[in-house]
């Protein structure tokens, strides 16, 4: 079966597929179509229901139909998570503040509102949120992917951290950043489990070989250091990342559940893991 499989160029994300890419892990199963963008780009494609399997932010499967949750290749912070800059010679109050945001389906983008409540948002690519922010063409940018361990502390200052916040809101649950869905319009659901049991082989042999697919997840990089990709790859490539489990989804269903309290979703949000 040939599939069209979408995933960010973000290091992490490289990391994953590196068995798949590189052919090293192989299916009788599934040809492969890679298709590489950045995280809003694969929500909105998911939105029109462009791909067979693609990485999606967490918070845009409240707006998915037919899609289901693959256990593996979750991005899920563990007492971490994207951070709110500002310039070091500047007070916020994030309440009143306009916000740099790296897209509206962004988790990221639904965790500040969860934390914060409502503020103006500016959408912007999120590589281009620090400069902005030392501009002053908004009071603070949320930062994601490596700039969340990366942003120059000479300049900025990290005012919130939503992992910590979202740690300490939920008792300790992981923050549901990212995962990886497959249509259940274009693929059977044993279909779907046997690319997921393939997604698994991937991480594993990523990590079993991290040298090498460290050096495959540089191409993507954005310029950084070997060892700082390596921190950010590791810090998002845990053991939620080959499965999920029942705290995976429990902080999804949590994040929801919050959202529709404070009506930023219409809905009660039913995750399907497969």
């Known amino acids: 079966m040939r599939i069209t499989l979408g ?20 299916s009788d199963n599934f040809a492969v179509n890679h298709v590489i963008e950045d995280i809003e780009t694969l929500n909105k494609r998911a939105l029109r229901h462009e791909l067979d399997v693609t990485a999606v932010s967490a918070h845009a499967y409240a707006y998915l139909k037919d899609y289901v949750v693959l256990r593996a290749g979750g991005s899920f912070g563990l ?3 994207p951070v709110v800059i500002a310039r070091k010679d500047r007070t916020v ?23 914060v409540g409502n503020f103006v948002e500016k959408e912007m ?16 940018g949320l930062v994601i992917h490596e700039a969340q361990i990366t942003f120059d502390r000479t300049k900025f200052s990290g005012i919130l951290d939503l992992g910590s916040w ?24 044993e279909q779907i489990k046997q690319f997921s049991d393939l997604f698994v082989q991937s991480i594993q042999y990523g990590l079993d070989n991290i040298d090498a697919a460290i050096d495959y997840s540089m191409q993507h990089g954005r ?8 921190k950010f790859v590791l810090m998002y490539v845990n053991d939620i990342t080959r499965d999920m489990g029942p705290s995976g989804k429990k902080a999804m269903e949590t994040m929801f559940e919050m959202a529709r309290q404070r009506k930023l979703i219409e809905s009660p949000i039913i995750v399907d893991v497969l």
């Open 223 to 230: 310029g950084q250091p070997k060892e700082t990709i390596k």
């Open 166 to 189: 979202w740690s300490a809101a939920t008792g300790n649950l992981p923050v549901p950043l990212g995962i990886n869905v497959a249509s259940s319009k274009t693929m059977t659901r």
């Open 79 to 81: 007492n971490y998570g």
């Open 7 to 26: 995933h960010t160029p973000d290091a992490d994300d490289a990391f994953m597929f590196y068995g798949i890419a590189s052919g090293k892990v192989k």
């Open 93 to 115: 109050d994030l309440k009143n503040a306009t916000i740099a945001i790296p897209g509206r389906m962004t988790s990221a983008n639904l965790l500040l509102k969860l934390a």
């Open 125 to 140: 690519s999120f590589e281009t949120i620090p400069q902005a922010v030392l501009d002053g063409r908004v009071d603070a």
